[in-house]
């Protein structure tokens, strides 16, 4: 594993662009469990109990069972990765998380050969996440990956930002980060991981097929029936910023574009 | 019955004229809030959905003028045109924003409202009320006669366009768009079942 970091460095998957501030990271947030307004989370999420926490790890590993998230982060190699973050809404941010790569995670738990695919769970508590009080979306929330994606060394479990503790409107304490795919592929408050070779049905596609895929990939050549996907709009930038253009996987062409060789993005969108 | 007399009353006495400068007011300090960084990190999108929602709520207020004075005998009548003014105004704000400040890409403009469903019915409500914001004057009035009260008849497409483009751009089934859209669809039904009894009236 150690080895795993001189080769991050090489590739060099942080972005040189300057991170938005702390306060715009924790105050904009999506976060449906607390409610549909980008300031509920910041509002509502205090509610939410960290500790204990444990992550079940099930489905076609080696070591299945109830992961203590101390337990976890005892073996885990703690990183800085300063990523870009792009919504399907089509605003942006850039964003110092602090974490360790999924496949860590996946390798503890013992990935089986015959498992294609990993399946996300949302935290289900209700009487601390308001949001859930109403059949909005089908809680809990769902997400998944191809399991080649989620081995891939940009692919994060985050457990911080700034070096601080990852606030709970932001998915605390451990969420997953997917920089070159749009943010809602990045579950938050994660308490489940199954390892499955079945293509998971994610919440949002459950919901609307035609707006958001399973692989969600960022991609300007892509059109959403809702947000244009050629631009994008950095957060903090004031009221007469100009759009920037959206770049194909987020920026990160070059490390991951080989994961979908010979697909069609534009029918797996 | 005493209360809306005193209403009416009252009511008589206020002119219609000061609402047109109250009506400054909302914008010009959204603007001033959202320059000065007081309305959050993304103040674009801010002033874009808060134009937009205050013009949609002063068009209902606008349409449920006929029904309070049916319904409820309060008389408000003075204050349609200006409202019905302000509002489109407020719905003309919230479009510059779109325009000018968020996409701000003229090919993107076009692309949007051709191919985004939501776009394409809000700028279709946009339109629909242009004709009726120009001719909302007594010249106009008495220039089209008759002809005025069926073109303005436009406006209840229009509310409703604007109505469901809120609850279309929204993810998911949130409630307070499908709120909006009830009260205009019950303020929309109140005349239809109207009409009708007329009809049946003349008959």
């Excluded at chain 2, 990190?41 to 709520?57: I, T, Y």
């Excluded at chain 2, 719905?91 to 510059?96: D, N, S």
Aim: aromatic share 12%; charged share 20%; glycine share 6%.
């Amino acid at each position: 594993r150690a080895q795993d970091k001189p080769e991050f460095k090489i590739n060099g998957f942080d972005t040189t662009e300057t991170p938005n501030t702390f306060e715009e990271i924790t105050t904009y947030n999506n976060f449906y469990e607390f409610g549909t307004d980008k300031g509920d989370p910041a509002k509502y999420a205090s509610a939410l109990t960290t500790d204990p926490w444990s992550v079940e790890i099930d489905g076609l590993v080696e070591r299945p069972g109830s992961y203590g998230l101390g337990d976890i982060l005892s073996k885990m190699d703690i990183d800085e990765r300063i990523y870009r973050f792009r919504c399907v809404e089509a605003w942006s941010m850039v964003i110092p998380w602090n974490g360790f790569e999924l496949r860590q995670l996946l390798q503890l738990a013992g990935i089986q050969s015959k498992a294609k695919y990993v399946r996300f769970e949302t935290l289900y508590r209700p009487e601390e996440m308001r949001g859930q009080q109403r059949p909005l979306l089908d809680w809990p929330y769902v997400e998944g990956l191809r399991l080649d994606e989620a081995m891939h060394p940009l692919t994060l479990m985050a457990t911080g930002l700034y070096g601080k503790e990852l606030p709970n409107q932001n998915g605390a304490p451990l969420r997953l980060v997917v920089p070159w795919k749009y943010g809602f592929k990045s579950i938050k408050s994660v308490v489940k991981i199954t390892l499955t070779d079945k293509q998971p049905v994610n919440t949002w596609k459950a919901i609307n097929h035609r707006e958001y895929g399973f692989y969600s990939n960022v991609n300007p050549e892509v059109s959403h029936p809702r947000w244009t996907q050629s631009s994008e709009r950095r957060i903090g930038g004031g009221v007469f910023a100009k759009r920037i253009e959206t770049v194909k996987f987020n920026g990160y062409e070059e490390q991951v574009a080989d994961l979908y060789k010979g697909m069609d993005l534009t029918v797996q969108y | 019955m005493a209360f809306v007399d005193v209403l009416n009353n009252a009511v008589r006495r206020i002119p219609a004229w000061p609402l047109y400068i109250v009506a400054v007011i909302p914008p010009v300090a959204m603007f001033y809030w959202a320059i000065t960084g007081q309305l959050g990190v993304d103040p674009v999108k801010n002033l874009e959905h808060e134009m937009g929602q205050l013009g949609l709520q002063v068009l209902i207020l606008t349409l449920a003028i006929t029904p309070l004075r049916k319904y409820a005998g309060v008389n408000l009548i003075k204050f349609r045109r200006a409202l019905g003014v302000i509002g489109f105004a407020y719905i003309f704000l919230h479009l510059l924003v779109w325009l000018v400040l968020d996409v701000q890409i003229l090919s993107q403009i076009i692309k949007d409202i051709l191919k985004r469903p939501y776009i394409t019915i809000g700028m279709a409500g946009f339109v629909m009320m242009l004709p009726l914001a120009v001719t909302s004057n007594n010249w106009s009035i008495r220039k089209l006669g008759s002809k005025w009260r069926v073109l303005h008849k436009l406006f209840y497409p229009a509310i409703l366009l604007g109505a469901v483009h809120f609850v279309m751009l929204v993810k998911g089934w949130q409630i307070e768009p499908l709120v909006y859209l009830a009260i205009v669809t019950i303020l929309l039904a109140l005349r239809v079942k109207w009409s009708a009894r007329l009809r049946m009236a003349r008959v």
